[in-house]
């Protein structure tokens, strides 16, 4: 009886004060930016971070495919996890100065909801591109000879799979991972399991680990821009560059589908938008 009465008690106020803050949008040219010395020190963050998880990731690669007894390598399996792990370890080394994105195609989604600014969004995917390809020629400097003969850790569709395919992966699995960074970071989640300690970037890896089990046989798993075009350029082979429209097609799409539905659908922002226009119109 109690339990009826505080609700209706807590019902009946006009209104509950959130306990969390939603972050105003941020603006789309914010040139202050350029001027600061944070924005630069989050570039090269972003640098930095792309750098060492292309280094890792390909390098993991060509250790797999250089074993000739599949028992003596990582497999498929630890080759997931080598991605993953760098993305959460990553991640959270750089959260607190750049937001940790690593990936153009996560940087359009926040872009999208209106999280970072075109400046910003921009400057980044620049940032990540040249450290994934710093990344990807660092690996061949420590091991040439395999980098060149096993395909240099590119990403390339597999035999009897079409591009349609292959690029329906890269969609969903973009679409699983950056859903999964919304989710993780958002503010709301934040306040209400405060009770529950999440670390954000556990499940962005995890999700990173979980979507390369499913596509590394169909796609190689791209679902980062960076990461195809950088081991793309040091490579440099005419077979890379031919599906190398996948990789940025499919992520971009499957970004643009994520942050659509955890802003539109989940947190209503449309229909928000338009009751707050309502209201001021009929004030």
């Not at 990936?103 to 970072?116: H, S």
Request: hydrophobic residues 50%; charged residues 15%; proline residues 5%.
């Amino acid at each position: 009886m109690s339990k009826e009465v505080n609700e209706e008690g807590l019902s009946a106020t006009p209104q509950r004060r959130r306990d969390y803050v939603e972050p105003p949008p941020a603006p789309l040219f914010d040139t202050k930016e350029l001027t600061l010395w944070s924005f630069y020190r989050a570039l090269i963050a972003e640098f930095i971070a792309t750098l060492l998880f292309l280094y890792i990731g390909i390098a993991t690669v060509i250790g797999y495919k250089k074993e000739a007894d599949a028992c003596a390598s990582v497999g498929l399996l630890g080759i997931a996890w080598a991605f993953g792990g760098m993305i959460f370890v990553l991640v959270y080394c750089t959260a607190g100065i750049s937001g940790g994105h690593i990936n153009p195609a996560v940087t359009l989604g926040l872009f999208l909801a209106r999280k970072i600014s075109l400046v910003r969004a921009l400057a980044y995917m620049v940032a990540q591109c040249l450290g994934a390809i710093c990344g990807a020629g660092l690996a061949k400097a420590f091991m040439k000879h395999y980098f060149n003969s096993l395909g240099g850790g590119t990403n390339s569709i597999s035999p009897g799979y079409s591009k349609g395919t292959a690029l329906g992966a890269e969609i969903v699995g973009t679409f699983v991972l950056v859903y999964t960074v919304f989710s993780a970071t958002d503010p709301k989640r934040n306040a209400r399991d405060s009770h529950v300690p999440v670390l954000a970037p556990l499940p962005i890896g995890f999700a990173v680990f979980i979507v390369h089990l499913a596509t590394i046989p169909i796609s190689g798993s791209g679902i980062n821009p960076a990461r195809s075009f950088g081991a793309a350029v040091i490579y440099n082979h005419d077979k890379v560059w031919d599906d190398q429209w996948i990789y940025w097609v499919g992520p971009f799409v499957g970004a643009l589908a994520a942050a659509i539905y955890h802003q539109h659908v989940l947190n209503a922002a449309a229909v928000k938008a338009l009751g707050s226009f309502s209201s001021n119109h009929a004030n």
